[in-house]
Each structure stands twice: as structure tokens, then as C-alpha cells.
């Protein structure tokens, strides 16, 4: 069992290019989120999906969107990539059971916007 | 809004010290709180999560506690070792679905 896996590892992308990062979980979780992380700032929530299907916005949502087409599949694009989304984006899920739900994080893509 | 406070950002210890992490957040209206491990350049490891409706958990040598009303958690390590240098994140969630606020971490640091 992989868990969660994301791709690219890492990537340098000129500033306006558009790009997708993947997210396969093989959990069957029905929950899923993607976070960036930031030297000082810490983690936060960009989206997140309760459910294949649905999306919410989280704390830093602009310049980013999601689908949720099937249960496994999470992605998250950057239209037109802007230098201050240089950061570690993180995939999670969980099975989205409430008060005992534990998040499983990937490995992280390390994006450069240039 | 929820925030989560997480003092000192670093910390040095001897090998097989006792040591305490705090975490502190704002709104007591929780549904758990959650400690994650995260060594350089990787992801996020799961550790202990306390519903809340609990006051502590334990998983070998760390024990997590919880006091909702003051708004605080502690993370207890035992007998640290130099392989539990790495970084430890305090997170809540405050709605059923499950959304977590995170801390900024605590790097800690375990010398030989």
C-alpha cells in the first residue's frame, strides 16, 4: 500500500505557466486537502474535498483551483504560476469520520515559481 | 478564528532528557487535536490524536494530554533519543469536516 504519492517531486516553473500537481491516495478515503508550507508561516489549507465531487476553499485559496472527479484523485492547478507561490505543497486525506479522523500527508512537491 | 500557538520554535536537549512540547489554540470548541512529526524535506507522520472528549493519549514513549477549557495540549517525550530529533506540529479541528488548523511547529533537537 503507497498511501498518498505526489508528482512532480519537484519543479521550477516560470512565472505565468500554468501547472497541475497530482495527488493519488489508495486509501479509499472520502476526504482530501492540499496544503502549502511556508518558512515562518507554517502550514495552511488551500482546498480541501469532504467527499469525490464536492470542494471548499480554505485559508489561501486565490490563484488555485481543484476538481474531485473519482475518490483517489486530488489535483491541484495553478492557472498562471506567481513567484510568491514558491512553496511545499502537501496532499492529505482521511476517512473523514469526524472526531477520530487522522490526516495522512504525502511526501510534498517543492515548487519554485520563477 | 482558530489560531495555534506553538513556544519555543526550537529547542536543544541531552539525550534522555524528559521533555515537554506546548501547544496552545484560542477556541476551545474543538473536535481533536492532532501532534504530527515531520523530519527535513518530508511530509507529515500522525502521532496522537486526542478526541475531544479525552484528556491524554499514549503510544510508547510519548504521551499527549489535553485541557480543552484553558486551551492547551502537552507532549510528553520519554527518555528522548537522538532519532526523535525532528520537528513536532500541534493541529485542531474545529468542524466536522475535519479541517486542522496547524501550529508553526517546535524543532527539536536530541544531542548525542
Known amino acids: 500500500i503507497a498511501g498518498i504519492t505526489q508528482a512532480p517531486t519537484s519543479q521550477i516553473l516560470a512565472a505565468g505557466r500554468r501547472m497541475t500537481l497530482r495527488c493519488t491516495q489508495d486509501m479509499r478515503h472520502n476526504a482530501m486537502y492540499w496544503y502549502r508550507q511556508d518558512l515562518g508561516l507554517g502550514l495552511r489549507l488551500i482546498h480541501y474535498?469532504?467527499?469525490?465531487?464536492?470542494?471548499g476553499k480554505g485559508e489561501v485559496p486565490d490563484g488555485y483551483s481543484v476538481s474531485r472527479a473519482n475518490t483517489d484523485d486530488f489535483p491541484l492547478t495553478l492557472a498562471s504560476a506567481v513567484p510568491s507561490q514558491t512553496s511545499v505543497y502537501f496532499c492529505?486525506?482521511?476517512?473523514?469520520?469526524?472526531?477520530?479522523?487522522?490526516?495522512?500527508f504525502g511526501p510534498g512537491t517543492r515548487l519554485t515559481v520563477l | 478564528k482558530q489560531e495555534v500557538t506553538q513556544i519555543p520554535a526550537a529547542l536543544s536537549v541531552p539525550e534522555g532528557e524528559n521533555l515537554v512540547l506546548n501547544c496552545s489554540f484560542t477556541?476551545?470548541?474543538?473536535?481533536?487535536l492532532q501532534w504530527f512529526r515531520q523530519d527535513p524535506g518530508k511530509g507529515l507522520t500522525s502521532l496522537l490524536l486526542i478526541q475531544s472528549s479525552q484528556r491524554e493519549q499514549t503510544s510508547g514513549r510519548l504521551n499527549a494530554s489535553l485541557d480543552k477549557s484553558s486551551g492547551r495540549s502537552t507532549l510528553y517525550i520519554a527518555a528522548s533519543q537522538p532519532g526523535d530529533s525532528a520537528t513536532y506540529l500541534c493541529a485542531v479541528s474545529t468542524g466536522a469536516n475535519s479541517k486542522l488548523t496547524f501550529g508553526k511547529g517546535i524543532t527539536l533537537s536530541v544531542r548525542p
Open positions: 477556541d476551545s470548541a474543538i473536535y481533536n
Open positions: 474535498s469532504n467527499t469525490a465531487g464536492t470542494t
Open positions: 492529505a486525506s482521511s476517512d473523514g469520520s469526524g472526531v477520530t479522523d487522522t490526516q495522512y
